[in-house]
């Protein structure tokens, strides 16, 4: 069995979608690219139960190998992949109010800046297609052109990422937002942002690397950092607090005669 660590990497992955509340029990399916295909998680088997072993390998031409049957939702996870060469993971969950709004065929629009996170000014909804189609597949891809993640209508979420790590984040963050948006529906629409606004903050992540740790030489704006002190200085200061505490600094006072 090759690629052992993506495989447990997308385990863990989908128990944490679980455990975290994004998703609820067989709902959802999580894949990595391997070259010439994926990885993806098997159709209908409970998280708890996955064994690297249960995960299947997929070429871009469908041919899989396993001793289970992919999700059923390969193809778009499939195009995905084979469309998007900047990303490597593809995560999908039925996260509750991500959903709510797909249900009223409603995307989340630039009521918050941070809907920037999925690299554009809105996160769209795709067209309703059924469940495991191709049709499906076409509406997704199209919902996320130029972006990392959207709503399905009348199903659930799409988020894309580089690593596990990211997808996880970033599902986090979308599903946060759809919360916020549906709070805020109940006051009434909320205004919002400008393309000229959400221009600058899209324009302000990248020049902070907003949401990655960074490699921080490659950060063009950052605060000063403290410089480390180097190693003889830090020893001079670990002899002056050794003194310091071996000479109180008040005297004993002297016998009276
Ligand atoms: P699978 O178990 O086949 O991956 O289906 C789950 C799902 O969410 C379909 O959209």
């Not at 593809?90 to 629009?109: F, K, N, Q, R, W």
């Not at 918050?112 to 067209?127: E, K, L, P, Q, W």
């Not at 596990?164 to 709070?183: D, G, I, N, P, S």
């Not at 000229?196 to 324009?203: D, H, L, P, T």
Request: aromatic fraction near 6%; proline fraction near 5%.
């Amino acid at each position: 069995m090759s690629h052992t660590k993506l495989r447990q990497g997308i385990i863990d992955t989908c128990l944490e979608m679980n455990h975290s509340g994004l998703n609820q029990g067989t709902s959802g399916n999580v894949s990595h690219r391997i070259p010439g295909g994926m990885l993806i998680t098997p159709t209908s088997l409970p998280y708890a139960q996955m064994k690297p072993a249960d995960i299947v390998a997929m070429d871009f031409d469908g041919t899989y190998s396993g001793r289970r049957l992919p999700s059923s939702e390969w193809r778009f996870h499939r195009d995905i992949l084979k469309n998007r060469t900047d990303v490597n993971v593809v995560l999908h969950t039925h996260s509750v109010y991500c959903t709510t709004l797909a249900t009223h065929e409603l995307g989340i629009p630039s009521f918050h800046y941070m809907v920037a996170v999925a690299g554009g000014t809105d996160i769209r909804c795709s067209d309703y297609a059924c469940f495991g189609t191709q049709e499906l597949s076409d509406t997704a891809l199209k919902a996320l052109e130029g972006r990392t993640a959207c709503l399905l209508g009348h199903h659930g979420l799409i988020v894309l990422a580089d690593t596990f790590e990211k997808a996880l984040w970033r599902a986090h963050e979308v599903e946060t937002l759809a919360k916020m948006y549906v709070h805020a529906l109940a006051i009434g629409e909320p205004p919002r942002l400008s393309d000229a606004e959400m221009a600058q903050v899209i324009e302000q992540m990248r020049r902070m690397s907003y949401g990655q740790t960074p490699d921080l030489d490659s950060v063009a704006d950052r605060p000063h950092a403290a410089k480390a002190k180097s190693a003889s200085s830090s020893k001079r200061t670990e002899k002056k607090t050794t003194r310091a505490k071996a000479k109180p600094k008040t005297r004993p006072k002297a016998k009276k005669r």
